[in-house]
């Protein structure tokens, strides 16, 4: 089964950018892949999805006109570019492909 590894949370402030990434350890087929939030106590929700070839993109209706995502397939890899960021963001984003999830990532935006 493919594993993913995401990256790049951190604490932000209100206002501010982070960008995450996700690597898969093979390529697996050609699937969608996707990110998903969990906050504390909350259940976890879809963010945003990306087609194989990029032309197809989903995002949550909250993160619209902030959130960005990409993928490289050469890299195995797709990214979150967050911006605008605010502390309802505050959550473990996890990275999806298939039936696989990553370990995940905390992000915490400050007020």
């Known amino acids: 089964q493919v594993q993913l590894v995401e990256s790049g949370g951190g604490l932000v402030q209100a206002g501010g950018s982070l960008r995450l990434s996700c690597v898969a350890s093979?390529?697996?087929?050609?699937?969608?892949m996707g990110w998903f939030r969990q906050a504390p106590g909350k259940e976890r929700e879809f963010v945003a999805d990306?087609?194989?070839?990029?032309?197809?993109?989903h995002y949550a209706d909250s993160v619209k006109g902030r959130f960005t995502i990409s993928r490289d397939n050469a890299k195995n890899t797709v990214y979150l570019q967050m911006n605008s960021l605010k502390p309802e963001d505050t959550a473990v984003y996890y990275c999806?492909?298939?039936?696989?999830w990553g370990q995940g990532t905390q992000v915490t935006v400050s007020a």
């Open positions: 093979t390529t697996h087929s050609r699937y969608a």
């Open positions: 999806h492909l298939d039936s696989a």
């Open positions: 990306i087609s194989w070839v990029g032309s197809i993109i």
